[in-house]
């Protein structure tokens, strides 16, 4: 079965540093997502993605965070300066419109720890 | 805003017994909702999707319901097992042109051998 792939799946950081989280989508999926889950909370939207630009961001996605798709594969998502509460779990998603199955498949996602 | 509630946050069975997950949401135009499994610091596992206009899925052991204009979904899961044993989530996807998900708290499920 298809698989959203993420790497890595765990990365410390320091304060202020910058750091990209990477994400191969399904190979025919067009539309992609980034979602976040800090410890205990709810899974939130950060941004979607279609057509090579951001379709709607959260108030979450200021402006210290991009998206990216550098080539047909893969899915970036770049925080410039990190913050003590950017730590969290880190979700890719993906979604293909149009088929039976219009529900979004997930990657196992990545653990950020700032320090 | 559409905010998205699960009830009970956490719930402990015996193994075998049959069980409901129940998720209501505030705004009833949606255009799916999505329930999820997640492991202990892992991702999520897509178990159903149920469309607006369908009242239920099924896959398995697992019976997911959709009551729309009610704002309510459950899942039904038959003889339990411990392996069920993880968090639960729901989540909605409003009407077309909002392609986000907005998820509920979740439910902490504990199948006991």
């Known amino acids: 079965e298809p698989e959203v792939t993420q790497t890595p799946s765990h990365q410390v950081t320091q304060m202020g540093q910058e750091v990209i989280l990477r994400c191969v989508p399904i190979?025919?999926?067009?539309?992609f997502y980034w979602y976040r889950q800090i410890l205990g909370q709810k899974v939130e939207f950060l941004v979607s993605?279609?057509?090579?630009?951001?379709?709607?961001k959260s108030e979450i996605f200021d402006d210290q965070f991009s998206v990216e798709r550098p080539d047909g594969s893969n899915f970036t998502l770049k925080i410039r300066s990190t913050k003590l509460e950017d730590s969290a779990m880190y979700f890719c998603?993906?979604?293909?419109?149009?088929?039976?199955?219009?529900?979004?498949?997930f990657g196992s996602g990545t653990r950020l720890t700032v320090v | 805003k559409q905010e998205v509630t699960q009830i009970p946050a956490a719930l402990s069975v015996p193994e075998g017994e049959n069980l409901v997950l129940n998720c209501s949401f505030t705004d009833s135009a949606i255009y799916n909702l999505q329930w999820f499994r997640q492991d202990p610091g892992k991702g999520l596992t897509s178990l159903l999707l149920i469309q607006s206009s369908q009242r239920e899925q099924t896959s398995g052991r697992l019976n997911a319901s959709l009551d729309k204009s009610s704002g309510r979904s459950t899942l039904y899961i038959a003889a339990s097992q411990p392996g069920d044993s993880a968090t639960y989530l729901c989540a909605v996807r409003s009407n077309f042109g909002n392609e986000k998900l907005t998820f509920g708290t979740g439910t902490r499920l504990t199948i006991i051998p």
């Open positions: 993605f279609y057509n090579n630009e951001i379709s709607e």
């Open positions: 190979s025919n999926h067009l539309y």
């Open positions: 998603a993906s979604r293909v419109p149009g088929q039976v199955y219009d529900g979004y498949t």
